[in-house]
């Protein structure tokens, strides 16, 4: 089982930046991915970014180049810092983490953040 306790929603304004962190524990194993995704719908959760164990990222197409994803994996963190933010980007963001090794899927509680024009 793995946990997720996420930080670093807030609202701000049309421009501004924020970070938000993850934490993980509980049997993470070696080769994971860690990441966001945020809701868009009641139904459609999207990607936002991911950062694998080894360092590799994706991202979303809307969020390249203002969006940077990172990880510090001696503390099983993820980062995800969110610079000119838009009022599209408003939703809740989920962390994320994939055990490659067995094949599962954890989400965090989800961080709410609100970005006004």
């Known amino acids: 089982q793995v946990q997720l306790v996420e930080s670093g929603g807030g609202l701000v304004q049309a421009g501004g930046s924020l970070r938000l962190s993850c934490v993980a524990s509980?049997?993470?194993?070696?080769?994971?991915?860690m990441g966001w995704y945020r809701q868009v719908s009641e139904n459609q959760r999207e990607l936002v970014a991911t950062i694998t164990s080894s360092g590799t990222t994706n991202y979303a197409d809307s969020v390249k180049g203002r969006f940077t994803i990172s990880r510090n994996s001696a503390k099983n963190t993820v980062y995800l810092q969110m610079n000119s933010l838009k009022p599209e980007d408003t939703a809740v963001y989920y962390c994320y983490f994939r055990r490659i090794t067995v094949r599962d899927d954890y989400w965090g509680q989800g961080t709410q953040v609100t970005v006004s024009s």
């Open positions: 509980g049997t993470l194993f070696s080769f994971n991915v």
